[in-house]
Every structure is written in C-alpha cells, then in structure tokens.
C-alpha cells in the first residue's frame, strides 16, 4: 500500500466530502419534489457504485467517476435553468463542478505519485 503526499490526501478527503454532499444534495432535491426514498436511491445508485471503486484507489475508477459526473452536470445545468431561485439546485450544481475538478486534480497529482512509486520501486531491484 501506498502512502498518500499531503496534497493528494486533501483531495482525498475534499472528494469524499464533496460525494457525500452531493448525495445528500440529491437527497433533498428528491424529497423537496415530494418522491419518495426508491427514487432517491435510483438517482445516486450510480454514484455509490463507483465510489467503491474510488474507495480502492483505483485511478481508472476515478476516471470513470469523473465522466458519470459529467451526467450530473448536465442535469444540474438542466435544473438550474428550470428552477434558478431554488438554492438546493444551485447547490447541486456547485457541487458537481467542485467534485468534478478535485477528481481530476485527484487523479493527475495521484498518478505522478504512483509512477513514482514504480519507477523508485524499479530502480531498486
């Protein structure tokens, strides 16, 4: 296992909060709607399942993670055109673009500590 720098390990824990916000931003768009938990549940199901790959630290789950998030901007930028008044929506959309940019800037300042790694790791065999 490898040890995370200081920076990656403050994106780490921005991404995991800013996941965590935008399903509990999507939370409460859902019940403000008035539907119910099933819809709630379907709307961030795919989110949930690819933070288990992101719990792994696996950068091409990252990867992926970042374009499912290009989902969620677009209905975001959906909703906010729909009900610009409402800051919840708003809301959602600051979220998704703030968890959009940790991930790459996750993924990129990662990378180069993980090649690192190998390449310290090769050298020394």
Same mark, same amino acid.
């Given at each position: 296992?490898?040890?995370? *720098?200081? +920076? ?16 509990? =931003? *999507?939370?409460? %768009?859902?019940?403000?709607? *008035? ?17 288990? *790959? ?13 374009? +499912? ?23 959602? +959309? ?23 790694? %190998?390449? =310290? ?5």
């Amino acid at each position: 296992m490898m040890l995370r *720098g200081k +920076l990656t390990s403050r994106l780490w824990s921005t991404l995991w909060f800013l996941s965590a916000a935008l399903i509990i =931003q *999507g939370a409460l %768009e859902v019940f403000e709607l *008035g539907a119910r938990w099933p819809v709630w549940l379907l709307s961030v199901a795919p989110l949930l399942l690819f933070l288990i *790959g992101v719990a792994r630290d696996s950068l091409h789950w990252l990867i992926w993670y970042c374009l +499912l998030l290009l989902f969620y901007f677009i209905s975001a930028v959906e909703d906010t055109f729909a009900r610009p008044d409402n800051l919840i929506v708003v809301s959602g +959309l600051v979220i998704v673009v703030l968890l959009f940019s940790t991930c790459t800037a996750y993924i990129r300042f990662r990378g180069r500590e993980k090649r690192a790694f %190998e390449e =310290q790791r090769v050298s020394s065999e």
